[in-house]
Each structure stands twice: as structure tokens, then as C-alpha cells.
């Protein structure tokens, strides 16, 4: 292949096509990026692009603050003028915001070859439009990278072997970000003096099913006031938690600050004493910088930290929340298995994508 458009919209995707990206250079692959607008605050977006490198992006669709019809539909429209001027060799798209399915659908009804990188995972939960997204954008694509063999094995309890698609296990490309950008974080990252506290909680919250449910927002937020009160919680605020907590006017009782970089996330990681949060990529983040996570969800795609007692789930109970806390103070663990590969997984799919 040749000539790849990528489609990123939101901020896990940018950390995702960072990795790619560098690869895509190495191999002398002619990589045009679709930005959709799905995130578009400088903190939200344009920070990853300077601290990671991607290369800017050819086309900004700037399409966001609409519901999930709306925002889909557009960007939907969007990307297929823009495939047909292109005629690209492949379509790359990332996870499981709508920027993926509507990504996803253009290139498939265009006939271009459609690459998935995350494939497979599921939560099992129809209810969040995330696994909505993952399972239409799975079914449609040609090429599929998955993170983990749970993910292999979900789409092969799907019938994914009877259908004509290339399923690749590749390892997890958040884990090669990780490890890529956490000795520049070191260097230029200064969030800890910033935040000038030695001991502490990092957390975040966005999922839709705890923002948009007023009870249990208050919940997660009770049990965090409560587990501050022995260990300060840190929360960089996603801006939909902020609104939403403007809203109902509460204020939470710890500290908040504005969404940070990928260097300042990573040191937040390196040296917290424990993560909690509902965030996909940040429950992996946790262990691959050696930190137990609660995870503020009932289902995780990520079932392997579960099983190996790296993470808990907790919903939105305040009581599990702070049970769990209790749990992770004492417990030690050896976070030295190798559950996402061993940060080659850009490269390996980089490599496959040039074959096809
Ligand atoms: N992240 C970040 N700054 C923040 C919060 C998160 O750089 O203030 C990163 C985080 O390290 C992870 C990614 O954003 O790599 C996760 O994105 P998010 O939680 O928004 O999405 P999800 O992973 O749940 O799809």
C-alpha cells in the first residue's frame, strides 16, 4: 500500500495514530490524516499533535457538539468526498468513536480496503454507543488488529472465521505509546510540580453512562470526596464532567484541573499511588506503569487486568469504590506479565498494512 488515510476524531485516537504514524514515515508510506473535529480544544486535541509528532492533519472536518446521528451523519459525508479525491490504497481507522464508524462506513461502501486497529474487544454492554461502533466497524472492515487474544476469540464466537477477513493479533499500540513517550515526558513535564503533591489518587471520569445518569455521577463523586479525605485525588476533567458538574452544581470536594497533555498524563501515572477511572485506555495506562485501577464501570473490554487482580469493577457504587480503595492499599502485585505485547505493535501492523 501506498497511500493510507488515516481518520482520528477524538483524543484516545490521537495517541493511537501517533504510533502508527511514526511507523508509516519509517516505511516510506504516504499517510494523509482526516481529523474529524470530534475533540477539538487545544487540550483536547492540538497538544498530542505537537508532543507526539503526528503529522498535521490534511484535512479538519470540525465537526462536534451534536448528537450521535448528527455528528456521525456529517462526518459520514465528510470523509467520502474526501476518500473519492484521494482514492487512497487503505483506510485506517481507530477504537470506537463514532469518527471510527463513520470512517468505517465511507471507505467500505467506497470499496477501499478498511483497517481496524483495536478489533474485537467488547464490553457486552449495547447500551454504550462505543460497542456499537466497535462491532458495526469489526463486521465491515477488511484487516482487523486485535490488542489481545480475548479480542481474537470474541470475533470468532462472532463467526468472524466464515467471513472473508484477515484477523491479525498484534498486541496493543497504547502500550508501544507508553513506552515510546515516557522517557520525553521525564524531560518535559513538569505537571507534578505543578500539582505539588507528593502522595495521590490520579482519576478520571467522561464515560457517558456515569455522566449523563445524575445518580451516578453523585455517586462516584461521594465516594471520591470520601477516599480524598486519606489520599488527595487528582482529576484532570474532561470537559463534558466539567459541564455537567457546573450543571448540577456540584463541586467536588477534590482537586480538578484542566485536561493535560500525553507527558503530563504519563508522569501523573508514574507517580501516583493508584488509578481510578472509567476511560478504556487509562485502565491499561494503570498497569503499564505498574498501578492498581478501580474502574468506575460494570464491564471493561479489558477483562485480562481483571482476572489478574489488577483491576477492579466498581460501577458507580460509592461503596465498591471505596472497598476497592481499601483492598488496593495493602495488596502487592507483579505487574511484570506481558499482557499487550511488548510495545511492537504499531510496527508489526505498520509492516502487514504496506503488504496488503
Ligand atoms: N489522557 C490524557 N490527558 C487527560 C486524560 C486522558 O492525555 O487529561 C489520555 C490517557 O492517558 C489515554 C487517553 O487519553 O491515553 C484516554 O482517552 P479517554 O479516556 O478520553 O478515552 P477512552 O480510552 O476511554 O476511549
Known amino acids: 500500500m ?9 483524543r484516545p485516537q490521537f495517541i493511537k495514530a501517533a504510533t502508527l504514524s511514526r511507523q508509516f514515515q519509517i516505511l516510506g508510506v504516504e499517510e494523509l490524516i482526516i481529523h474529524t473535529g470530534q475533540h477539538f480544544d487545544t487540550n483536547m486535541s492540538d497538544v498530542f499533535f505537537d508532543e507526539m509528532e503526528i503529522p498535521k492533519p490534511a484535512y479538519q472536518l470540525e465537526i462536534h457538539n451534536l448528537t450521535h446521528g448528527a455528528m456521525t451523519g456529517r462526518m459520514l459525508e465528510g470523509i467520502e468526498e474526501i476518500l473519492i479525491k484521494e482514492k487512497p490504497d487503505g483506510v485506517v481507522v481507530y477504537g470506537d468513536t463514532n469518527s471510527t464508524l463513520a470512517g468505517a462506513l465511507a471507505a467500505a461502501k467506497l470499496h477501499i480496503p478498511l483497517i481496524h486497529i483495536e478489533a474485537g474487544l467488547r464490553s457486552f454492554n449495547m447500551a454504550m454507543p462505543e460497542e456499537i461502533n466497535r462491532i458495526l466497524t469489526d463486521r465491515i ?35 508501544d505509546a507508553a513506552m515510546y513517550y515516557a522517557a520525553k515526558a521525564e524531560q518535559k513535564s513538569d505537571v507534578l510540580k505543578q500539582i505539588g503533591l507528593s502522595k495521590f489518587i490520579l482519576a478520571t471520569i467522561h464515560r457517558q453512562e456515569n455522566t449523563d445518569s445524575t445518580e451516578n455521577l453523585k455517586n462516584i463523586i461521594d465516594g471520591l470526596n470520601e477516599i480524598n479525605r486519606q489520599t488527595p485525588v487528582v482529576v484532570p476533567i474532561h470537559p463534558r464532567t466539567r459541564n455537567i458538574l457546573a450543571q448540577l452544581n456540584i463541586i467536588p470536594e477534590f482537586k480538578l484541573i484542566d485536561p493535560v497533555g500525553y507527558f503530563d498524563m504519563i508522569m501523573l501515572l508514574k507517580s501516583c499511588q493508584l488509578v481510578i477511572t472509567d476511560s478504556g485506555g487509562v485502565q491499561k495506562e494503570a498497569f503499564f506503569f505498574g498501578k492498581h485501577c478501580i474502574t468506575l464501570r460494570e464491564q471493561t473490554e479489558w477483562v485480562e487486568l481483571v482476572e489478574n487482580g489488577f483491576n477492579i469493577l466498581v460501577g458507580s457504587d460509592s461503596k465498591k469504590l471505596k472497598d476497592a480503595f481499601e483492598f488496593f492499599k495493602t495488596k502487592k502485585s507483579d505487574f511484570s506479565i506481558n499482557l499487550y505485547g511488548k510495545g511492537k505493535a504499531a510496527e508489526i501492523a505498520a509492516k502487514e498494512i504496506v503488504r496488503l
Do not use: H, W, Y
Open 141 to 175: 472492515s477488511n484487516v482487523l488488529f486485535c490488542p489481545t487474544a480475548t479480542a481474537v476469540n470474541n470475533l470468532k464466537r462472532e463467526g468472524f472465521d466464515n467471513i472473508p477477513v484477515r484477523i491479525i493479533k498484534n498486541g496493543d499500540v497504547m502500550q
Open 2 to 10: 501506498k497511500k493510507i488515510i488515516t481518520i482520528v476524531g477524538a
